[in-house]
């Protein structure tokens, strides 16, 4: 009988493996003539019985989908009254610790007579022994001690009587803590350092220095119990008897504590210096715990404070520095050096104990991962460095600062302003520079310790230090480090050493005889004493004024340069490099465009492209033609180079930075102040002159057309041809795409349609009656701008200079240069090679 719909069935083992024959032999009707086979034989008996497996296993595993009837699973016919489905057992939850064991209920006949009801757990109480005293009874009676105590002495007789209980410990320590804390307010705090200091009754578990320093925080200290606490710190330290935890409040909450002692900034930086100092010396002499087990963050908190705090005065006393030598912990640099070391751990190879090769690993550090405020993610800055250099005085300052532009030149490539080592050298010596040992009042020659290095560096990459020297010692060290390897270089057959100090001597001479005005600027004279010099002996110059001409640039601006160029144009001395003299000229383009203009044809081989602003502000001024300008860029044109053969060779980088400047110079002849024509002409001259070279076009080139025949003439309320629109229309869609051209044509057409409909309005309102153009509104001055004007006759010729000038035009252009169609005589030719 099948079970009801309530009653639940548990389907077992057993159970399973019926139903799980009788499923295999369901749908044979003939079972006795049926042979069984193995498991290992197939055959269509093996396959029904494995397909039947595989069913029932997904029967067991499935959960929350029905099975098949109970009926069928038994091989009846009838229907089922209800779907079943399996279900695993669920494990019971087994608890970690066992379940106490309850005792078993007596039997009947043992439990005839009354037993006592069992009493609730919690108002159970153990049995008090003799020796034995309830916690609140033992803390009052142990506080009622202590208020007659006034010294360690007597805590450590009471200590011995109230410690016998070890969970006691750390409660009586802190206690006790408190109680020298008040009575220490009004007598002073010295008990209370005896009692920190005491291990056996200052529990490290307990955090009384925490708690001193919290009471601390709120009311200050006086100078005296501040140094008795960096002594006390200092002991516990050294003892181990101070937690991480502990240790990290102490280090955030020591700062507050010495400016609460001292309102003077300077006093509480020089104490707070110190006391990381005893923080650092404490931890370095512990035997218990290893400084290179301590945490990273708080060598990291202490490094960054150090960081913005002044360095107390470095000592320059022979003897001092030898007691500095013997007690490492006591030098400013050496502390500095170790909390560096701990906190910020190097990650390229470096010397133990060697300054200069760790500081290298940290400006290399610095320059491939700085964030935005100038530091590592783990905290280093070059503030931090800055700081170090300070430390260590002006005597040992610029040995570690060359040593470590040692280590940052790499293998034998020389350090240039561009590559990886001259940006290492260069931020290395932007920091050294702002440290007081490198103020202008010590004047230091870095390079004198090794002169070989700066042969392997150029002088613009050590600009920074060069910066904090005087104009005539920058120009004494130039002469000595850099001017022999320039001489070298050009001619390998002079002795660069015997030329430095025949140049030497008459430059000395100069600085002798001359003297300075501080109000004028002189930076580039001691430049032009040498350079002249280098003249006067036959010797090679251009290297030397190259290099001149740079450094004057880099450290002393445009103006001084201008200066030097100037003296040397006066002397007749020629530029054979003119890359630092292009930045002066378009200086000069800005301010006055024609001396940029006369400073520019000093220069033969100075090249437009190098300055761009010049032809763009000579355009703006209207200073000079457009016939004069392209004349100018075909007299000095950078793409084009001949060859040994006759010919023409093109570079495609130089060609690139040519045609980049006719997009520009287009682009400025499209905001002229001229007519609309004149400014579509000069925009489409620079259009056929690129067009003739093959060169690529640009979406500039596009834009310039826009501005010059489409949107400066909306503005100024003129007519725009409607071919003239399809024209560039179809140059925009071509260079820039449809996008843009159908959004520019849809933009144009209704800004056409304003003008228009403005001066049809202008016209009605003045009373004319024939119909009326934008044209001819502008022509009888209706608009603001406007003035009446007269027409031209038509009959009126143009005269042979006409012809010349158009035939000036049409020969600039490279297609049409061999057009002789307009030179009717020769009188013309004659007229065309004069004006070229």
Not at 229 to 244: F, P
Not at 262 to 267: A, I, L, M, N, V
């Amino acid at each position: 009988m099948l079970p009801r719909p309530g009653q639940s069935v548990w389907i077992t083992d057993e159970l399973l493996a019926d139903s799980f024959h009788r499923f295999v032999n369901a749908s044979n009707a003939n079972r006795s003539t049926c042979k069984r086979y193995g498991s290992n034989v197939p055959g269509p008996l093996e396959a029904k019985r494995r397909l039947a497996k595989r069913r029932m296993m997904g029967l067991a595993a499935s959960g929350g989908v029905a099975g098949p009837s109970f009926g069928a699973l038994f091989g009846l016919n009838g229907p089922a009254r209800q779907p079943w489905t399996w279900e695993p057992p669920k494990p019971a939850k087994q608890s970690l610790e066992p379940a106490p064991s309850e005792p078993t209920p007596l039997p009947q006949w043992l439990s005839s007579f009354e037993q006592p009801p069992p009493e609730d757990e919690a108002t159970q109480q153990p049995p008090l022994e003799d020796d034995a005293i309830p916690p609140i009874d033992f803390v009052e009676r142990y506080l009622q001690r202590l208020e007659s105590i006034r010294d360690v002495e007597e805590l450590g007789n009471v200590w011995l009587e109230a410690s016998g209980n070890p969970q006691n410990t750390v409660l009586l320590s802190q206690l006790a803590c408190m109680h020298f804390i008040e009575t220490g307010r009004h007598t002073g705090f010295q008990d209370l350092f005896h009692f920190l200091r005491n291990p056996r009754v200052n529990v490290p578990e307990a955090e009384n220095m925490k708690t001193f320093l919290t009471f601390a925080k709120l009311e200050p200290l006086s100078p005296g119990d501040l140094k008795w606490l960096l002594g006390t710190i200092r002991t516990l330290l050294s003892l181990g008897a101070m937690v991480d935890s502990e240790l990290l409040f102490v280090v955030d909450a020591i700062g507050h504590v010495c400016r609460n002692t001292y309102s003077d900034p300077f006093e509480a930086s020089s104490w707070l210096v110190g006391a990381y100092r005893a923080i650092w010396d404490g931890i370095s002499q512990c035997k218990i715990r290893s400084v290179d087990k301590l945490d990273k963050a708080i060598a990291q908190k202490i490094a960054k404070d150090l960081a913005i705090l002044p360095c107390p005065p470095a000592a320059t006393n022979r003897k001092t520095l030898d007691n500095f030598r013997k007690e490492p912990h006591k030098d400013p640099a050496v502390f500095r050096f170790n909390v560096y070391r701990h906190a910020w751990p190097p990650s390229y190879f470096v010397k133990e104990g060697n300054f200069a090769s760790y500081l290298a690993s940290w400006v290399t550090e610095l320059n491939e991962s700085v964030l935005e405020n100038g530091a590592t993610s783990s905290g280093l800055s070059w503030d931090a460095i800055s700081s170090f250099l300070e430390s260590l005085g002006s005597v040992r300052a610029p040995k570690v600062i060359t040593r470590t532009a040692r280590y940052l030149v790499s293998g034998r490539k020389r350090a240039r302003p561009d590559n990886e080592s001259g940006k290492l050298l260069n931020s290395w010596y932007a920091c050294a520079s702002r440290t007081s040992s490198m103020s202008t009042e010590t004047k230091v020659d870095l390079f004198a310790s090794d002169r070989y290095l700066a042969f392997r560096m150029d002088p613009l990459v050590a600009a920074p230090w060069l910066e904090t020297l005087e104009p005539v010692e920058v120009c004494s060290v130039w002469l000595h480090r850099w001017l022999p390897l320039c001489i070298a270089r050009e001619n390998s057959q002079l002795k660069p050493w015997s030329s430095r100090n025949k140049i030497k001597r008459g430059y000395m001479e100069h600085v002798g005889r001359v003297s300075f005005d501080p109000h004028k600027p002189y930076s580039h004279t001691p430049f032009f004493w040498i350079i002249r010099d280098l003249v006067k002996h036959d010797m090679p110059y251009n290297g030397a004024v190259s290099q001149a001409a740079h450094l004057i640039l880099r450290l002393y601006g445009p103006m001084a340069l201008y200066e030097f160029f100037k003296k040397l144009c006066n002397e007749s001395i020629p530029i054979e490099d003119p890359r630092p003299f292009a930045p002066v000229v378009e200086k000069l383009s800005d301010e006055n465009p024609v001396l940029a203009l006369k400073m520019y044809r000093r220069i033969p081989r100075l090249w437009l492209s190098m300055c761009p602003k010049l032809p763009i502000a000579l355009i703006r001024d209207g200073c000079m033609s457009r016939e004069a300008l392209f004349a100018m860029l075909k007299k000095r044109d950078v793409a084009r180079k001949t060859n040994e053969k006759g010919g023409t060779d093109i570079d495609p980088g130089l060609k690139r930075l040519h045609d980049e400047l006719i997009h520009l110079v287009a682009f400025a002849f499209a905001d002229q102040n001229l007519s609309a024509s004149q400014r579509f002409r000069n925009v489409y001259y620079c259009y056929i002159y690129l067009s003739d070279r093959q060169a690529v076009m640009r979406p500039l080139i596009s834009k310039a057309f826009v501005r010059a025949a489409i949107t400066k003439s909306l503005e100024n309320k003129e007519w725009v041809s409607t071919v003239k629109l399809r024209w560039i229309l179809r140059l925009v869609r071509r260079l820039e795409g449809s996008d843009v051209a159908d959004t520019l044509d849809s933009l144009i057409w209704q800004w056409r349609g304003n003008v228009i409909m403005d001066a049809r309005e202008r016209w009605d309102r003045a009373g004319f009656r024939r119909p009326s153009t934008v044209t001819m509104a502008r022509k009888v001055g209706l608009f603001d701008h406007d003035y009446p004007r007269q027409q031209r006759h038509r009959g009126i010729r143009t005269g042979k200079e006409g012809y010349v000038e158009k035939l000036l035009r049409l020969r600039a252009w490279g297609r049409l240069a061999k057009d002789r169609s307009l030179i009717k005589s020769e009188e013309d030719l004659e007229r065309v090679s004069d004006s070229e």
